[in-house]
């Protein structure tokens, strides 16, 4: 979990790949209204946003039975999407009030339905580093996001974390955390993490980056 930019999609993969988990990853490339809600994000944000929400349920539903061969691992949790991504939207107005109770009307009939996370890593990282981040990778749709709309994420990132209580969370700072080009960045991340783990009280079936 982490503000768009943090490395929520290469800590997930590297997680996987190291401690042999099942990988629930974001589908950026089939969102065919990404591109247009950077263009017009009052016209497509209930689009694109639904459209995360649908892919993100039709993972949580096939989570149990993943879950019987292997422990499974999701970039960017349903939650992150409805409460920071989403809700984002609705306060800006890009969603107005009537999409926004549809949207959580479909968000909570299947909730009861979600496999909770055992775990969550949150990745901490400054606004300066976000922005760097964003402007480096080939999302050409993306150049040009202001400041004020990472400040949104980022504090409603934090305000869900403040009002959960039942979910263990390890935040991991990454700035100067360099896991694409530094072995013993990658290292130092993976050792971190399983020391966490092995340290929860909880099975650790479902983990949340």
Avoid: C
Wanted: glycine share 4%; no cysteine; hydrophobic share 40%.
């Amino acid at each position: 979990m982490g503000t768009m930019g943090s490395g929520k999609t290469t800590v997930a993969r590297l997680l996987a790949r190291e401690l042999r988990l099942t990988l629930h990853e974001e589908n950026f490339g089939e969102n065919a209204f990404l591109p247009r809600f950077y263009q017009d994000m009052k016209r497509w944000a209930f689009h694109s946003q639904t459209f995360f929400l649908m892919e993100k349920i039709t993972q949580m539903l096939a989570t149990p039975a993943l879950l019987k061969t292997s422990p499974v691992i999701q970039d960017t949790p349903i939650e992150q999407d409805a409460f920071s991504y989403a809700k984002a939207q609705h306060v800006l107005g890009n969603i107005d009030d009537a999409e926004w109770r549809l949207y959580l009307k479909i968000y909570w009939s299947f909730e009861p339905y979600f496999p909770k996370p055992d775990a969550i890593i949150y990745l901490e990282t400054s606004l300066k580093t976000l922005s760097e981040r964003i402007s480096g990778r080939a999302r050409q749709y993306e150049r040009g996001i202001p400041a004020s709309y990472l400040e949104l994420l980022d504090m409603l990132n934090h305000k869900w974390l403040s009002e959960n209580k039942t979910i263990p969370v390890l935040t991991v700072v990454t700035d100067g955390l360099n896991i694409v080009r530094s072995h013993r960045a990658r290292q130092s991340l993976v050792t971190k993490v399983r020391a966490f783990l092995k340290g929860s009280s909880k099975r650790n079936r479902t983990i949340s980056v």
